[in-house]
T-cell receptor
Framework: EADIYQTPRYLVIGTGKKITLECSQTMGHDKMYWYQQDPGMELHLIHY???????EKGDLSSESTVSRIRTEHFPLTLESARPSHTSQYLC??????????????FGNGTRLTVT | AQKITQTQPGMFVQEKEAVTLDCTYD???????LFWYKQPSSGEMIFLIYQGSYDQQNATEGRYSLNFQKARKSANLVISASQLGDSAMYFCAMSPHSGYSTLTFGKGTMLLVSP
């Protein structure tokens, strides 16, 4: 029941390229998040949004940027990709009800490799 | 700030046996939520179970139960009757019930279920 979609699933790109990772959800959730995860490691929050035109930086410093023009869409952009950006990027969303007790629904992730 | 500690990098269990995955947490928030997620090798994050800090009873969801000991700040996941498909990474996470909260994850435990 994947109601949150990420594209592409895998991306291999050269250094210096601009890339946008897409994330869309059909659940009408106000809250959306981007997490970065290196293989076998924990997830680190890099960006989040609590609604249209609202974006915040997360705990982990990131050179990426995000936008939230529509409720269902939360793309992440890297203006100039570097090998250090190689990682898995996970998008998630959650309901606004009951702050703290709404589980996150995750997409399948984008595995980015920068050569 | 919240902190999640998962001290078991890897656990092995035989099929049909029960297994406990440890999770301790640290927070100064009076009210919070605790979550467990499963991440198979395919990479997606699957929500398993939620426990609120003021819930009187331990949460259960099918074969999953959460052994919540508030005084010890522990929220261990118990999987009964392990199945081969349970082999995955398991992440403990928490979020405060206050303000614009976000989810903090532990480093994860890799569970391998053998026949």
């Amino acid at each position: 029941e994947a109601d949150i979609y990420q594209t592409p699933r895998y991306l291999v790109i050269g250094t210096g390229k601009k890339i946008t990772l897409e994330c869309s959800q059909t659940m009408g959730h106000d809250k959306m998040y981007w997490y970065q995860q290196d293989p076998g490691m924990e997830l680190h929050l890099i960006h989040y949004s609590y609604g249209v035109n609202s974006t915040e930086k997360g705990d982990l410093s990131s050179e990426s940027t995000v936008s939230r023009i529509r409720t269902e869409h939360f793309p992440l952009t890297l203006e100039s990709a570097r090998p250090s950006h190689t990682s898995q990027y996970l998008c998630a969303s959650s309901e606004s009800r009951g702050i703290g007790n709404s589980p996150l629904h995750f997409g399948n992730g984008t595995r980015l490799t920068v050569t | 700030a919240q902190k999640i500690t998962q001290t078991q990098p890897g656990m092995f269990v035989q099929e049909k046996e029960a297994v406990t995955l440890d999770c301790t947490y640290d927070t100064s928030d009076p009210s919070y939520g605790l979550f467990w997620y499963k991440q198979p090798s395919s990479g997606e994050m699957i929500f398993l179970i939620y426990q609120g800090s003021y819930d009187q009873q331990n949460a259960t969801e099918g074969r999953y139960s959460l052994n919540f000991q508030k005084a010890r700040k522990s929220a261990n996941l118990v999987i009964s009757a392990s199945q081969l498909g349970d082999s995955a990474m398991y992440f403990c996470a928490m979020s405060p019930h206050s303000g614009y909260s976000t989810l903090t994850f532990g480093k994860g435990t890799m569970l391998l279920v053998s026949p």
